[in-house]
């Protein structure tokens, strides 16, 4: 399918998505140079914004895999254009997993775009649509571990190391969730397309609540340390220290009092 099914204003990047990616570069910057007073607060900035421009091409991984399987509709929905306020559920897709970030210091998956199934024929193409999103997020968390497990790290300021750190934890704890197959997550949209038809119509009716089923466990001790312990895994697996971060995660917080370990 050729993105010539589109128009061309439908596949035109939103300005409300430049301007995030404007912020990303210049805190980023910032950062870096340490231009910033407070670089907990440049942080913060960067970090968020980084975290929102993943959220967009989570969301434009499973649009413009979609148009590729056969919907033509999802130009129309503004999908393509990476705008964060034309997806279906807004709330969902960018505020909750931003508040999850500041609050809870995680990676929360978003809700998906709004795909018509019926165009799409194929299990495959089905599968791949949903993987689409958090693939994006294994992607962006490969960049932002590069210098870490390439030995790239001459160079770079400490604190730019410790936000690299933290924005890689969000992206390895959202793909991780998105990927797990329960129902309203991506990865049971990956697994659905196989499922027999009267499985698939037991399980329909609980499909709204896996999401928040979801979270719900996250707050079981024993599920939540389990959880963290395999995050922790892939972070070293990336070549990132614990401490790199947990100091990320600390200078995010620029509110909070900073440990002595994490100033810099």
Known sequence: MSTATTRSHERRISPVFLAILAVMAVTGWAVWTGFAASPGLAIFLFVTAAWIVSLCLHEYAHARTALHGGDITVGAKGYLTLNPLAYTHALLSVILPVLFVILGGIGLPGGAVFIEQGRVKGRWKHSLISAAGPLTNVLFAIVCTAPFWLGALDGVPLAFRYALAF??????????????????????????????????????????YGFFVVIALLFVPAINGAFFDTIDALMRALGVPEISRYCGSNLYRFWQETPEICQV
Do not use: C, H, M
């Not at 969000?170 to 797990?180: D, G, I, M, S």
């Open 167 to 208: 924005l890689a934890f969000l992206q390895v704890t959202a793909a991780l969730l998105n990927f797990l197959p329960v129902p309203g997550l991506d990865g049971y949209g990956v697994v659905e397309p196989w499922l027999s038809y009267r499985l698939k119509r037991q399980i329909e009716p609980y499909a709204p």
